[in-house]
């Protein structure tokens, strides 16, 4: 039995070391390879098919609001960059740089971009010219670069998969409500499709997005007690229009300038369902995003008739994504081998099953084994699968509560930064000295503002001024 | 009636000036527009729907032959590219190079990738260790940047969206196999859901990739008589393999190379598609690649009831890809807007209409009006999609037959490439010096070698010496 233990055996304990529990996973399920791109990595089939069922959820869900997909060019003029001051602070530093051209060297240098802000407004400022050209609703999948100095997979990498959000209004008002809509897609879909529980808020001006008006943000909690920013939404006002001059002539004839917003999801939310829902057996997906929702492990499959049913249990089961796993492998190994991959069903089926008519369910996330006849296999399966997500969510969520902590005193924030890693809910003033003392002192950031605000006190927590906010404290990846 | 014509009225007409009016259609049709970055392009909503819709049925016959997603990095150290001679020859030149990281100078620079044979034998070589690991079929979905001196819009732009499939084999015969299979399967995507005949066959030396055995190639031919180079499969051989040394250890033990295969197919083909199909009124799409299969346009919209009938036929035709245009803009200017667009049926329904219970069906390839009843129209609109797809297709191969002409001689070839613009069929030699001076004598280059071969000739139309193949010739894209 030693070789069927082996998959495991390479795998951290989570509790013991996270950060190498993690990478174990990434590199155990196949999911991620460092590649000789310094910072950049490859995202293997079992790791893009995550990422695959993500995107096209979420474009789903993003057309049913009327948004339009785009392609805008991945190179940013240096001097288009520049146009927003704001932004081209918070970008500039960590950009790659193009300077040639073939072979001759370029005119005015280029970045790949890191964001597409810029882009989009230029492209606006000649594209929207009417109140009947509005509101652009566009987004665009693809790739970005941010020139990183540590890089972990799939959380930090100097090139990510996105889609990244553009649209113009007419009003402000429109711009705050598309802003709040796709913030809320973002939660619902983690929420619903991921099985992640999200907090929603607002960002601090001191961690809102460079050039924007408005910043708000779903943050998950992980399992080590660390939040994970999981998709953020800006609206920019019409600070970006005054920038680039986007201008339109509206139905009172006169010129007004649009109002903005973005919004973003990345890869990086492959890493959040591995830190939400892992395991020491390995990764734990939730079943609407799993790639593969059912493998079917026949054991003796050398036997006569074993290999059939399975083949036959996978055409019975075909209204799932469904494998057989007829390689030359142990049961053992194969076990084994389903669950690092997070494979939310095992279907075991041998001869004794078969003379029995019936097949043994596993699931991934409790192990429990649950006999089944073959004639409504389908149906169980089926119904098995819905109540893993719904499980997995009310696990995660379970978590997430019991990892949030309420501190009235920096004492309190201290001691549960240093010893009960979660999110802190405390009070604060509003301002950036009580923010970067909460940082300096309890090594916390302002996680976000959350819509559901409760008073827990009536001063800062850090500086005793009145308070006017409360706010959602934690570490962050 | 003034305004109803508008629209055509911007469109050059076809037979008048080809590029103009392809440049028209482009612009029109809002399927792409120029951006701030030089030779790059905007994709606008319009024409990134139909690559969407050429990649969602690409990216499903691909995976029905076992391909699987991945994801590279967009960079290539410049040590990496210039591991395979024939490679870095034929795209250093061409490349955009990374020079500086955030505010430092690379160490190393790097080019943004104009294709990804070095990162994928890079990744092989440290992924690839059995047999067991064989075959690898990867593919991967993204951009790539060549610097073009001249560019336009779809046909040829210094950044493009792509796919490149990369697959490692152990023996050549498989690698051969799937260098086909994958042609095939891009010409039947051609055949079957864009409505394009093509010509399949093999590139002469002096034509194929850099770095390959052998370069498979389909051909189209565009309405002006110029062909498309539509898709390309390459085979490799253990060349890559050697150069980057992607060992795998056999069955018997030993040391063996892997054979290696690469394929792509570019957004280049929204151009194939607007200069094949398109007309004087603007672009034509099949009906299985449009975005919008059909669109109703309410006449005398404001007459009570014409609205609610219009939407009611919506849902009837729920079954395609269906819009209605209830804009204030004047029925003659939607009709003549949907036409722009290539939308393949129009319905027309106005109080006449809904009083004798029927709606007039309007083709957009043959202008064609059909009144059907209401109580039919959903079969009726689905037979006609399938029509219009299958007539698309045959108007675009008898252009194409029609347009392929045989030539013996070189006067022939040349009154051909000077009068009759299309394919010339003639016999070849074989030597690269015989393709340089079809080209010097002729302006046209030899598309490709195809399977069906015919004997026009003994000799080559060039030197005269014995002939080895039979060639399609032909000025491109």
Not at 77 to 90: F, T
Not at 172 to 180: I, S
Request: aromatic letters at 10%; charged letters at 30%.
């Amino acid at each position: 039995m030693a070789k069927e233990k082996k998959l495991v055996e390479f795998i951290t304990s989570r509790d013991e070391d996270f950060a190498q529990w993690y990478t174990d996973i990434v590199k155990k399920a196949e999911l991620s390879e460092y590649s000789s791109v310094k910072g950049c990595m490859v995202i293997k089939p079992a790791g893009f098919a995550i990422w695959e069922n993500i995107r096209n959820e979420l474009d789903r869900r993003f057309k049913e609001t009327g948004v339009e997909n785009v392609y805008l060019p991945m190179f940013i003029p240096e001097s288009l960059l520049e146009k927003e001051k704001d932004h081209v602070e918070g970008f500039a530093p960590e950009v790659a740089w193009v300077t040639m051209g073939g072979m001759e060297p370029l005119e005015e240098r280029m970045c790949v971009r890191p964001t597409s802000e810029t882009l989009f407004c230029d492209f606006y400022a000649r594209d929207v010219h009417s109140y009947r050209d509005l509101p652009r609703n566009y987004n665009q999948w693809g790739s970005v670069v941010r020139w990183e100095k540590t890089t972990r997979p799939f959380l930090r990498s100097r090139e990510f998969l996105w889609q990244e959000g553009h649209t113009a209004h007419a009003t402000a008002e429109e711009a705050e409500e598309r802003t709040l809509m796709m913030l809320n897609v973002y939660a619902d879909l983690c929420e619903e499709f991921l099985a992640i529980p999200v907090v929603r808020g607002r960002k601090t001006d001191k961690e809102k997005f460079a050039g924007a008006e408005a910043t708000y943000t779903i943050e998950a909690l992980m399992h080590d007690g660390k939040a994970l920013q999981s998709g953020t939404s800006h609206n920019f006002g019409d600070g970006f229009a005054r920038a680039f001059n986007i201008q339109y002539l509206d139905k009172d004839n006169t010129l007004k300038y649009v109002h903005q917003t973005s919004w973003g999801m990345t890869t990086r939310m492959v890493g959040a369902i591995i830190m939400v829902h892992g395991d020491d057996d390995g990764l734990v997906l939730p079943p609407k995003v799993a790639p593969t929702q059912v493998v079917i492990v026949p054991v003796q499959q050398n036997k006569e008739g074993v290999l059939d049913k399975a083949f036959e249990l996978k055409t019975i089961l075909s209204g799932y994504r469904v494998k057989v796993d007829d390689s030359d492998k142990s049961p053992g190994w194969k076990f084994s081998e389903s669950e690092m991959r997070g494979i939310p069903i095992r279907v075991e089926i041998g001869p004794r099953d078969i003379a029995q008519n019936q097949a043994v369910l596993v699931r991934r996330d409790t192990h429990e084994k649950i006999s089944v006849p073959l004639d409504t296999i389908s149906e169980e399966v089926g119904k098995l699968l819905e109540t893993i997500q719904h499980d997995m969510f009310e696990r995660a969520k379970a978590h997430l509560e019991s990892h949030t902590y309420e501190a009235t005193t920096m004492e309190e924030v201290k001691d549960l930064a240093d010893h009960k890693p979660g999110f802190i809910k405390a009070m604060w003033c509003g301002c950036e000295e009580c923010e970067n003392k909460m940082k300096e002192v309890a090594g916390i950031t302002s996680r976000c503002i959350p819509f559901k605000q409760e008073k827990l006190a009536d001063t800062c927590v850090c500086c005793g001024k009145p308070a006017t906010k409360m706010v959602y404290w934690g570490k962050a990846y």
